[in-house]
């Protein structure tokens, strides 16, 4: 229980480190931004994952599996803007690889999580 | 939408990524947690559809279209036992559309103007070839994983000498030709595809020397490498959400490859690379199999009786010969008749971290009964009989004893350290380490050879009529 409340501050401390983070934004530069968020993330993802039981840790990585298709948001950048048809063709291909990474993994995710039961 | 408040939909989703991910600490609140994961997808996907730059949106859904009831398809026909292979063909995926989505940016008008007018943008080009190199690992070592894990034929443990050569030349190769596409980005297409293709052999070759056993840590290392793919992508497009989902999936899989590589009681690089000390104590098999006992499924059924705690400590045997649902009915016969039933289940154990959970689950198993290595050692004075059912190298006792086997410091579930041991096995062939296990010959062990599936049949059927 100790253990388990250190924990809780220490993800609280990496929220409010990312908050500051957010609002000292103003002067820095771009790439230096991204890099903290991206840094920070990593922090708080390994808060949160290191708490996951291994009874859970099929189903967490196909369901983490279908947020990296996150790249998703990024196909539908490339496809819908206006960038000729080389950069369409791919940018399509990548929307189809990306969705069936999504739909794939949160559904099969589902399907596995809807089957952990207990007489409790 | 304006900018701002498709930024706004970004930071809802990213949030909703986070509470999702904590909501799979529980496996009460882990359907909810899923749930919130993909309405965060939702959010996002339909906040970039509004986008103002977005003109097509036909060919757009068509694409979505596709890829959803394919996912769809996959998802539901797939069985439990397969569901590594599926992890890895997802995983896959999602390389292969960081590798096409920067490649897309390169192809895109945004940039040839930015090339044309001749302003500096090394730290984007940097990201892009960071997202192509990674992903293209990402994708061939995942395709590879697929493979040998469907145990495709044409796929075979390769390995020769001069490999680590050539991996550490390919990854220099790759990054010199990254560099490139940094210092020259009028021919930033040309140096991307090259990198891309040479980064694809590498995935190839990094997986390809990796044999069954060591699959649980390539698994959840190259689901890290989908996240850190899908992250770089978003420094290409200057877009937070793609970096804190990216980072969340990174982390979660360096989390579990190092739980797996603890469990193993090896390095990283030793995986990766496939150097396992051989060897030890050098006995034979005839030397260890001296005092074998063999047994038959009425005996154990009659044991059984007798007892008050039973452990099942299933391996990837179980997944092989399908036998979860067996075990589920004699679980419940035991349960019926007052016999306390648990399962010990190693964190190594099957073909990705959490296979046999997955698998009991699926055959209606009480999770509360699932427990960890830990847990079952430290009540092993206490249990009657310990059914090991296609488990080998996880319940070793030379791992604790013999300093100079190959897995030497393993943690392994104590078994042998219960008052009878019935160890259900086709033969007495070795585990993953190529070792003979002595447990086997314990003077408390019984054999029961068969398949998985029948042998426990056939002791639920002995037991019933007992």
Redesign the interface.
Known sequence: MLFSTLAMQEVDGVVKALAGAVQQSGGAA??IL?LT???L??????E?????????????????????????????????????T???I??????????????????????????????? | MSPDLIDLSYLLAASLFIIGLKGLTKPRTAVRGNLLGALAMLIAVVATMLDQNIVSVTGLLIAIGIGSIAGTILALKIEMTAMPQLVALFNGLGGGASVLVAGAFLAGREFSERVTSGAGFADVLTATAASGLIGAVTLSGSLVAFAKLQELKFVKDVSFPGQKLVNLLLTVGAIGLGWMLVTQPEHAQLWYWVMAGVALGLGVLLVISIGGADMPVVIALLNSYSGLAASATGFVLNNNLLIIAGALVGASGLVLTRIMCNAMNRSLGAVLFGTMKSGGSSLSDDEVYTSVKSTSADEVAMMLEVSQTVLIVPGYGMAVAQAQHAVRDLTNLLLNRDVDVQFGIHPVAGRMPGHMNVLLAEADIDYDRLKEMDEVNSMMDQVDVAIVLGANDVVNPLARTDPDSPIAGMPIIDVDKARTVIVVKRSLSPGFAGIANPLFAADNALMLFGDGKQAISEITKAFDDA
């Open positions: 771009p790439l991204l968020v991206f840094a993330a990593v922090f708080l993802g390994v949160i994952i290191t708490k996951i039981p291994p009874t859970l840790h099929t189903p967490l990585m196909s369901g983490s599996n279908a947020i990296s298709g996150i790249t998703l948001v990024g196909a539908v950048l490339a496809t819908g803007a206006d960038n000729g080389w950069a369409g791919l940018g399509f291909s990548a929307v189809v690889f990306a969705t069936m990474n999504v739909v794939g993994g949160f559904v099969v995710t589902n399907r596995m999580l809807a089957m952990f039961k207990t007489k409790k």
